[in-house]
């Protein structure tokens, strides 16, 4: 079945660096393109990243442009987000979501947490 | 900035018409998505492109759209309707944004 499997979540000291990783399975990876959204404890959903479905282009939400980044293996089926120089106010469940003009698949999420 | 307002929360007795509004300047240029988000879970996909159903999803969501809002409304409200529920549209005309709402509590009384 269609599936979104995030990992490499976890805590992390502030101005340190984390990687997620998103696996997804049952569909052509890399017909899709793909984002990541963040939701922190007892908050909302917020939109964090976007990249094309071949990697070509790439879109960020103001806060964590050039601390974050959104890239793709299309061989491996897999979504990433390098997340650099983190800070207290990243702590969120990182979801992993699938464009079909719309977020229609969602991953289960991973926490990142960065202490203040 | 782009901005897609709710009210925090709406209570309905079971069986009643819960309606959850969407307000936002954009809204009447691009389509509303609507995401059911219950504890501990993923959000999930109930209304797309304003109105359309995806599949799975019950007859009793339905959505609309009259200038700058948007409505959800569950007809026949069920216990296991009652959940976080969440707006969304996009800005895909030029730099890419995609809001979410503020998000509304649906409680079933």
């Known amino acids: 079945q269609v599936q979104l499997v995030e990992s490499g979540g976890g805590v992390v000291q502030p101005g340190r660096s984390l990687r997620l990783s998103c696996a997804a399975s049952?569909?052509?990876?890399?017909?899709?393109?793909m984002h990541w959204v963040r939701q922190a404890p007892g908050k909302g959903l917020e939109w964090v990243a976007l990249i094309w479905y071949d990697g070509s282009n790439s879109y960020y939400i103001d806060s964590v442009k050039g601390r974050f980044t959104i890239s793709r293996d299309n061989s491996k089926n897999t979504l990433y987000l390098q997340m650099n120089s983190l800070r207290a106010e990243d702590t969120a469940v990182y979801y992993c979501?699938?464009?079909?003009?719309?977020?229609?698949?969602w991953g289960q999420g991973t926490m990142v947490t960065v202490p203040s | 900035s782009y901005e897609l307002t709710q009210p925090p929360s709406v209570s309905v007795s079971p069986g009643q018409t819960a309606r959850i509004t969407c307000s936002g300047d954009?809204?009447?240029?691009?389509?509303a998505y609507w995401y059911q988000q219950k504890p501990g879970q993923a959000p999930v996909l109930v209304i797309y492109k304003d109105s359309e159903r995806p599949s799975g999803i019950p007859e009793r969501f339905s959505g609309s759209s009259s200038g700058t809002t948007v409505t959800l409304t569950i007809s026949g409200v069920q216990a296991e309707d009652e959940a976080d529920y969440y707006c969304q549209s996009a800005d895909t005309s030029g730099t890419y944004r995609y809001v979410f709402g503020t998000g509304t509590k649906v409680t079933v009384l």
């Open positions: 049952g569909f052509t990876f890399s017909n899709y393109d």
């Open positions: 954009a809204l009447p240029k691009q389509y």
């Open positions: 979501a699938r464009d079909k003009d719309v977020f229609d698949i």
